[in-house]
């Protein structure tokens, strides 16, 4: 069976964003490693989630990581054995507990997403000027694909690793 060119094109893309991925998800992992090299690239992701929607319930934290609740109560139990996560009493109602990052938590996040964001500056910047006004455009028009299966929302913010903080100086700010 004959591929047509369209389906070579969409071949070609997906294989390049996988490659981009992995790229991406290497340079995650050194700059958590650089940082701390006891925390894993899940404990990451649920700290920048925590970053991203500040005080959030166990359900709502598990739901956006896409795990159930009892992974999400363990992999707190760890981050708040560490002193990375406090756990308190919803105000709201008892029953409840709330997540928050404690300091410690919040400045590993910020160093991790520091570093991640200095090495992707160096590959850019290594870039022809060019071919980063070319990246910019494509990678926007990925991002705008996504968006609907994969954009924040109230209940389920900061699906993606990066803590999305437009005060952070490492996050890029979108276009007005």
């Known amino acids: 069976m004959e591929t047509s ?8 893309v997906t294989a ?3 490659s981009a991925s ?3 998800v ?3 992992a050194r700059a958590l490693a650089d940082v701390d090299d006891t925390l894993t690239l899940p404990q990451l ?7 991203a929607a500040g005080p959030v319930k166990l359900a709502a934290l598990a739901a956006t990581l896409g795990v159930n609740p009892s992974t999400a109560m ?6 708040e054995a560490a002193g990375r996560v406090h756990r308190h009493p919803n105000p709201d109602n008892r029953r409840e507990v709330t997540l928050t990052l404690t300091p410690a938590g919040q400045r590993l996040v910020d160093q991790v997403m520091d570093h991640r964001h200095a090495e992707i500056s160096k590959l850019v910047a290594g870039l022809p000027a060019g071919e980063r006004s070319t990246l910019v455009k494509a990678l926007r028009a ?8 994969f954009a924040d929302s109230p209940d389920h913010p900061g699906l993606l690793l990066t803590a999305q903080r437009p005060d952070h100086p490492a996050q890029t700010r979108r276009p007005t």
């Open 74 to 79: 363990r992999m707190v139990g760890r981050l």
């Open 16 to 18: 390049a964003v996988l």
């Open 142 to 149: 990925f991002t705008a694909a996504a968006a609907g299966p």
């Open 22 to 24: 992995r790229l991406l």
């Open 5 to 12: 060119g369209l389906d070579r094109d969409v071949e070609e």
């Open 26 to 28: 290497a340079l995650s």
């Open 45 to 51: 992701r649920t700290l920048a989630v925590l970053a």
